[in-house]
């Protein structure tokens, strides 16, 4: 195959999807990598694990596309028939993959469990293609070649097929391109996207090389600037110029570059400034501690949070006292304060946050769903934020217990960042 | 048309999708609701705003299919053809339809704002068709029946396309249906996927009537049960045969019908015996309260989580014993315990549950990465498991963090069950 421009196309396979049993999230996480690397996608399909309808489904693909890329329908159990029914397509017959056998075989030991004979049957791939390993599971994807066409086959599970795309489908994908991409992620707090949209509008809809483009996740934006380059080391010049637009536009709302998260942000900036942070959560439940401590290495930056979803636990444990929680309610901009500084003091910690409110789904105390108090206290710099969140469907409690939390990461960003020294 | 079981595809028409900026919850939705109706479902599609593509696609679609439901490019703007586009497709041109420019004219003076001429475009609908108002936007949805074929036209955004599909097109399609699907969902913790398949691949691969399909998800599996009758009172005894041998073969595994998940099973048991929860977390950092208190109702049964990430924490706010600590390490059976009835008595609760473990990157105190223990406390029901958890990639971190936290969770509910009363 040449360089040219190819054309993609992503072939869903699972009765669950089709269903309506989960949402693809695979559909919309490969349509991105191909964007980014320049590859055509006109069509997205979803098929169900029969074989029949599978091959019907691969001929109208390539009818249209030179690569089709599957997820799914690389399990151990007899209804998955992916690799079989691809193999057939091109022709090819499955054979044992010793090095995944392997594999199979370790991943079963260090687990403790006996591996099935249909376990077996993961490490069974059609001849002469690419293997990728999956590390994340016992499914490896693969990628045949044949007559101009390309067949790439990945495992369902996002967990598994995620890492799989970004670290062997990417690689082997850029082979047939021309240009690299390079990419930075810009991450906001406290913008919309409409809103940060509307100040970039000239440079995203007009900037061709870098292109400038906004996802938007609960209560954050991110700006993707992605430059194509020939030599990754010219990608830095060519992203200067929009680099300092954004920055000039929004640079006020920007938390940080390829960081991941609030939650990455917050630590990494912690740990450079040797500070440690203490949690009191009334409404988020414990949602902010379980973010901060799931990036590796928390332990260096926090000791303590605490979930205190009563009037009781919060007197108790982080000595709220009784006469706010009278006067002004669970619900307040004192109670915020004073969890803050009760979780400082509990912790031992330089700062402290506190975060109170009503997710829903009813309101109390007179508070109505979706107002939320967020504190911080370090000594040296101390803020209180008030959120009033109208959303009111299915989803709303998870949103705003999401968005407060999101909040309370924030201004835990902004009381270290002020933090002398 | 007949009452014989329809078949039907989705189509989902938008470029924002096909460049992976937006995910397709469209598609779940509509096909969960066609899974109900018991219409089969064999493919779905996404494509982009483009005419040509999006005829050839209705072609393939009724070459598969009776019915076929598009969403998106129903709005005001240059790009959105879809209504266009399938008139055309079936020979028919766009009329004015009075009530829905009606419905327009007021809607935008209740917004205060002026109807632009692009608007209009938007009662322009398919002759002869039936119109499905939108009291959730602008774009009306329609269904053009013709020779045998049916296509349903829906707005694309969900929270206009939801309550379309739920309210109008649902009725709509039910004239067609002979039969009706009733589902139960079983959920299993502690057994994997494979292990329940064997233990039933009998009467997953042969009952046709119920259906017994299994879905898997970190730590659990769900089978979901499904019988297609002509009078939802038939199903109880349809289904019964095939739940009595489930649960003979794996009933020990089963935690609740219908349930949802485990945090919500735990909310319901302790609701119904009017018991409290107490967490103490270690190194899931309050990702079990986080998901505790995220199921609406939860400050009934649960008034406290306590994450103690640091040995100092452990003994201030847990109640750990130095010596334990010394002993046997933050990280062993001993302090497990003591956090559970440390969490118990901080919580003035019933049943209190303990965590703590490595959950990496890099061993600590000489134990591995992996290594979990979880302990419960009732008074009446004691009991500690060890997790080895041999993961070792990128999300190993919050695989064990999630597999121990929902063992903690399914510990609760155990000692919930045994607890008298």
Redesign the interface.
Known sequence: MGTKTKSAEILCIG???????????N?????????ELGIN????????D?PG?LRD?LE?AFSRADIVITTGGLG???DDLSKETVAAFFGRKLVLHAESLEWLES?FT????PM?E??RKQAMMPEDCTVFPN??GTAPGCAIEQDGRIAILLPGPP?EMQ?MMDHAVIPFLQRFQEYRLVSHNLHFFGIGESTLEEKLRALMTSSINPTV?P?AKTGEVMLRVTARVQDPAEADAIMAPALAEIDKAAGEFLYGVDVGDLQTALCRALKEKGLHVA?A?S????????R???V????QV?????????N??KE??AGVRPGTLAQYGAVSEETARELAAGARR???AQIGVGITGNA??EPSEGKPVGLVYVAVDSGWYQETITLNIARR?DDA??YI?TLASSNALNLALRACRAYPG
Do not use: K, W
Not at 110 to 113: I, K, S, T, V
Not at 296 to 299: D, E, M, Q, R, T
């Open positions: 009765t669950e999807l089709l269903m309506g049993d989960i949402v693809n999230t559909a919309a996480y490969i349509a991105r990598r191909l964007a996608l006109y069509h997205q399909s979803v098929v169900g029969n309808r489904s109208i151990p159990t007899y991943y260090r687990l403790g469990r099935t249909n376990n590390p994340n967990r890492p483009a996802y949690l959560e409404c988020t439940g414990g949602m902010t501690a379980a901060l401590t799931g590796p290495g928390a332990s926090f000791e303590c949070g605490i979930c205190c979803y009563s009781a636990m108790q444990l509990a912790g031992g829903g789904p469907d409690r998870a217990r």
